[in-house]
Structure formats: structure tokens, C-alpha cells
């Protein structure tokens, strides 16, 4: 990497187009503190968005009622208008599904949230039982909320209601994740050091607690195909579990400071880790080495001085559906948009105390998380290539040491690999 300053690079840089805003309400005497939104979260189907306003309140809105705001109001504060219309046309129509929003008062501070929805084919992993009180169908969409005291509250998010309140965690419910082949196993990292996993269809039986860190717990990610967990905390490794069997696969060793957030692309051959090292990370998870580098500060900080330029900490990283993008935030006011192949972002844009960030669905949209309320940004559009697409599909099915024994041409090797 160059080592000239980052202000004088970013002058040639994009600034990315914001999309529009979701405000949390404010009185005069409304403290900051309790208000931080260190969620944000949108629905496997992309029909809702939730995040965390802060005081023990979560909103749910429908994402297409957004979208249609923003087009009309640019970046207005549609928090309102939306309350006004969705409650109009709710009382109009009588459809079980119809989506429509939801205030939820948690009873406590809020700090995860994660959507989860059922495939009927996918049974409970607890096979004795033959009775459970929640039959999920295929209509089924869940949201899970991590809480300050340590419990996680299950929520239909059709109806607004409490389904669920799982109490095992002691500390607070720092991240949540839920398997994405719809078998509703969730997984909750905490601040008592340990992930647990959680069988929602057999009635949120706790099955496994995951141990192996040895202080707080700050995130978790599923790969795509739901055989691997990461989970990352106050420490500089990253854990690595099968899921299959519950048991370590590996430490990925090479942050110098504690590692806050991770996530995997979309066909499960990378893995991206945020640091306050002032670096995101892009790792082959399948044989543990770092394929790329995201610096947040140039030069780069040494290693006994990684933890000392809080003001670059990152806190959040996000893959786009496109598998070419990678989102972060930081504490230097900015949201970065990075090409997988490129040393340097391709767009920026200005956010004052993020804490979040996470793509849409589709991709076309990054939610960053701010005190209590939410900014968005149409994020870079680009039609992949064809050997970029060949890539990926062929990735979702292999893991890397298979790729090394094809028949194929090194270079081609290397390509499917991410080397280059």
C-alpha cells in the first residue's frame, strides 16, 4: 500500500449519494447516553428494516415504504410520514401478513438484532421431542433482540407480539445471528464470554454453549451454507467453529488489537474482520490466511502503537450481495466503500458517531447506525463479470482445498482462490 496520507487520496474519491434517513424521535431533555444504535437489520426477504432508537425502544418498517419516501423526499425525516400512512392503509385492510410497522418496547437497552424465517423442511435438531408449542411455517419472520441484562426476546414480527424470552446469558447480548438456511438455530455472543446456541423450533431450547474466548464476546456471522460460526471479541484472535459438531476449527491470528465485527461474502470463500487495529482484514477462512488489507490510517500504525489512534477504531464491516464489495465504518466520521480488488475506497461519505453499518438485500443500499437513528447510501453499482459470477458459484460449493486439486490452469487456481 501507498503510504501518503488518506485526506489527500479521498479528494480523488466519489462521495457516495445518501438514500435518506430514518430520525429517532428527540425531546430537549433526551440524553445521548442510552440512545446509541449499535444495531441495524433488514429481513432475509427483504421486506422489512429494524433498528434500535435507543431507551429499550425497536422499530419495524417496511422497507419498500422507505424506499418509496426516500424517492419522494430525498433525505426528509420520513420516521413520521411512514408511521401515518402504513396506519392508515393497515386499518383498510385485513391480510394476516400485510406488512405494516411496529414500535417494540424491549424492557431494556437494546444491543442486537437479527430477522430469522422459517423453511417448514427444516426440522428441529432436538429429535425426542415430538411436541412443540411454536409451529413455524414458511410465512414465519422472526426478529431476535440481544438486551443490556442479558436476555434475548423473540418477536412475530407480523404482529408485533412476544413469542419467546430466552435467559441464559448473564452479560450483555452483544451480537445475534441467525442460520441462513432457515432452520431458525440462532446464535447469541456476549459479554459473559461465551456464544449459545438457541433451537427457536424446538421452543428457543438452548443446545450448545460455545466456549473459547477468554473475554468479552463482540459478534458472530454464519457462513452462507450454516457449517461455519466466526465469532470475533475483546481479543486479537478470531474464532472459527463447525457447527456441525460445535467444536473449534481454527484461531485466525494477525489483528493487533480487539477484533469488533466480521462477516463472510456471499459465497462463503472470504471473510471480512474489523479491527481497532485501524484495519479491516479479508481472510481465506477455509486455510486461515489474509488475502487483503483495508487501512483505515497511512501509514499504517506499528504494531505496539495499533491501539493507540482511536480516532480510525473501525466498528462495523459489511459484504455487499455482489461479492465485490466491502462496506466499513469508522471512528474518523467516515463510511468507506471498498472494492475487493482495489487498495483504496472507491466511495466515501460522512458520518458523525456511526456504530453500524449492514447492506440491504439486494445490495443497493448501505444502513449505518448512528444515535438512535439510521443513514443510508446508494452504494457503488457495477454488473459483475462473468468469470466474477463463475467465481462465485463455483466457491458456494468448494471450499479452498478443493479448488487446489482441480485439473485447471494455476492462474485460474489463483483466481478462484482470490489471489487475484
Not at 414480527?157 to 419467546?164: A, E, N, Q, R, S
Not at 424446538?202 to 466456549?211: A, E, F, I, T, Y
Not at 472459527?240 to 491470528?253: A, F, P
Request: aromatic share 10%; with cysteine; hydrophobic share 40%.
Amino acid at each position: 500500500m501507498a503510504s501518503f496520507p488518506l485526506s489527500v487520496n479521498e479528494k480523488l474519491i466519489a462521495r457516495s449519494r445518501a438514500a435518506g434517513e430514518l430520525l429517532a424521535p428527540t425531546s430537549p431533555f433526551d440524553k445521548k447516553c442510552g440512545r446509541e444504535n449499535w444495531t441495524v437489520a433488514f429481513a432475509p426477504d427483504g421486506s422489512y428494516f429494524a433498528w434500535s432508537q435507543g431507551h429499550r425502544i425497536v422499530k419495524l418498517v417496511p422497507w419498500s415504504q422507505c424506499l418509496n419516501n426516500f424517492l419522494l423526499h430525498g433525505t426528509k425525516n420520513v420516521a413520521n410520514s411512514t408511521s401515518t400512512r402504513l396506519a392508515r392503509q393497515n386499518s383498510e385492510s385485513g391480510q394476516k401478513n400485510k406488512p405494516c410497522e411496529h414500535v417494540i418496547d424491549c424492557g431494556d437497552i437494546v444491543w442486537s438484532l437479527a430477522f430469522g424465517s422459517s423453511v417448514p423442511e427444516k426440522q428441529s435438531r432436538c429429535v425426542n421431542i415430538e411436541w412443540h408449542r411454536f409451529k413455524f411455517g414458511q410465512d414465519q419472520l422472526l426478529l431476535a433482540t440481544g438486551l443490556n441484562n442479558g436476555r434475548i426476546k423473540i418477536w412475530d414480527v407480523y404482529t408485533g407480539k412476544l413469542l419467546l424470552n430466552l435467559m441464559d446469558h448473564t452479560e450483555v447480548v452483544r451480537d445475534l445471528t441467525f442460520a441462513p438456511d432457515g432452520s431458525l438455530i440462532l446464535v447469541s455472543a456476549s459479554r459473559d464470554k461465551t456464544l449459545r446456541v438457541w433451537d427457536l423450533k424446538d421452543d428457543g431450547n438452548m443446545m450448545k454453549v460455545l466456549r473459547g474466548h477468554q473475554n468479552w464476546v463482540y459478534g458472530c456471522a454464519f457462513s452462507p451454507d450454516s457449517s461455519i460460526l466466526c465469532s470475533v471479541g475483546a481479543s486479537k484472535a478470531v474464532f472459527l467453529w463447525d457447527m456441525d459438531k460445535y467444536s473449534m476449527i481454527r484461531k485466525l491470528e494477525g489483528h493487533h488489537n480487539d477484533v469488533v465485527a466480521c462477516e463472510f461474502s456471499p459465497d462463503g470463500a472470504l471473510l471480512a474482520t474489523a479491527s481497532y487495529d485501524t484495519r479491516v482484514y479479508v481472510w481465506d477462512p477455509h486455510i486461515g490466511v489474509i488475502l487483503m488489507e483495508f487501512g483505515h490510517l497511512f501509514p499504517p500504525p506499528t504494531p505496539i502503537f495499533a491501539g493507540g489512534a482511536n480516532d480510525r477504531w473501525v466498528r462495523s464491516v459489511s459484504f455487499s450481495h455482489d461479492g465485490l464489495h466491502i462496506a466499513s465504518l469508522a471512528d474518523d466520521k467516515m463510511v468507506r466503500f471498498w472494492r475487493i480488488d482495489e487498495d483504496y475506497p472507491v466511495q466515501v461519505a460522512p458520518l458523525n458517531n456511526g456504530l453500524c453499518c449492514t447492506f440491504s438485500t439486494d445490495g443497493s443500499v448501505l444502513a449505518a447506525g448512528q444515535d438512535g437513528s439510521v443513514y443510508f447510501w446508494a452504494t457503488p453499482r457495477q454488473v459483475s463479470s462473468l468469470q466474477h459470477l463463475c467465481r462465485m458459484a463455483i466457491r458456494r460449493v468448494m471450499p479452498t482445498s478443493q479448488v487446489k486439486n482441480l485439473p485447471i490452469p494455476s492462474k485460474v487456481v489463483e483466481f478462484l482462490c482470490y489471489k487475484i
